[in-house]
């Protein structure tokens, strides 16, 4: 699967990578939908369920995941928002050090 790393200086670039699961909620960030996806690219899943739109970057410190989380159509369905209208991201990923790496690439 192709997603997004982030280096040390906080650029952004295209790798192949195979991610594992286990992450979990860490923190959260108030970002448009076009604020992501300039940073980020498309994204790259919903799961019809719970989550409209994620992305997989992979950060000096691990998995970070890129998701909102219940407030979309899937979720809520006519009365939910659509992914251009989502500001509260979550961040998920093994520690809470990832959240960092999200937000200075997102220049927050």
Not at 58 to 73: L, Q
Not at 84 to 99: L, M, N, P, Q
Request: hydrophobic content about 35%; cysteine-free; charged content about 30%.
């Amino acid at each position: 699967m192709k997603i997004k790393t982030i280096d040390l200086n906080g650029k952004v670039t295209d790798e192949t990578f195979y991610p594992s699961d286990g992450t979990s909620l860490q923190g959260q960030v108030d970002a448009s939908y076009a604020e992501i996806v300039s940073v980020f690219g498309n994204d790259i899943t919903n799961d019809g369920y719970k989550v409209d739109a994620e992305w997989t970057i992979n950060t000096p410190d691990g998995i970070a995941r890129v998701y909102n989380y219940k407030d979309g159509k899937n979720y809520l369905g006519e009365f939910g928002l659509d992914v251009e209208e989502i500001r509260d991201w979550h961040i998920g990923g093994a520690k809470k050090d990832v959240v960092q790496w999200v937000l200075l690439a997102l220049k927050k």
